[in-house]
């Protein structure tokens, strides 16, 4: 065996074993609330100790302080969409924590659609800071929202999304 051949043959034994060591890591079957069992804000080792996070847990505490906090945990969800997590409830809990930072969508549909032509394009939700929603909103993803996924979405999420006019418009079809 020549050294290229060598160094070669090393390289995809190391590639191999790092990813096998990947996949056999058990998922994450509890989501950050019922982790963090002091309820600080932070999953410590020891409240990680006895679950399926444990054997990630060097992986998500990317600052290396021996403690996992809300952004990294919602991070490492993230960039592992449906890889790292058991069900959809993690990766539920992770969404909810992002959607608190949003500002609350404000007017109802009727005010957000100015061109009146039953969608809301990405310019007009632009104009009203709805933005950060929108995609979560465009549930079959043609880059506008229709009056049913924006009910939809409010309905589902209520108050955690929504406020006033918005909030008001979803009571009152229903
Ligand atoms: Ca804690
Ligand atoms: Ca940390
Ligand atoms: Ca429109
Ligand atoms: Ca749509």
Known sequence: ??????????????????????????KI???????DN?????????EADDDAIWAHFSNIDTNMDEQISRSEFNAY???????VAEDSEVSESA?????????????????LDNDKNG?????????????????????????????????SYITEHGSDVAEDDALDMVKKSS
């Open 119 to 151: 969608y809301i394009s990405v310019e007009e939700a632009d104009d009203d800071d709805i933005a950060n929603h929108f995609g979560y909103m465009d549930t079959n993803k043609d880059k506008r929202v229709s009056r049913n996924e924006f009910i």
């Open 29 to 35: 079957d509890s989501d950050f609330g019922s982790l």
């Open 1 to 26: 065996m020549n050294k290229l051949t060598l160094a070669s043959t090393i390289l995809a034994a190391l590639s191999l074993s790092a990813c096998s060591a990947s996949n056999s890591l058990a």
């Open 77 to 83: 969800m993230q960039l592992n969409t449906g890889k």
């Open 95 to 111: 969404f909810k924590a992002e959607i608190a930072q949003f500002d609350p969508i404000e007017n109802d549909f009727k005010s």
């Open 38 to 46: 002091d309820n600080d804000g932070y999953i410590s080792k020891t």
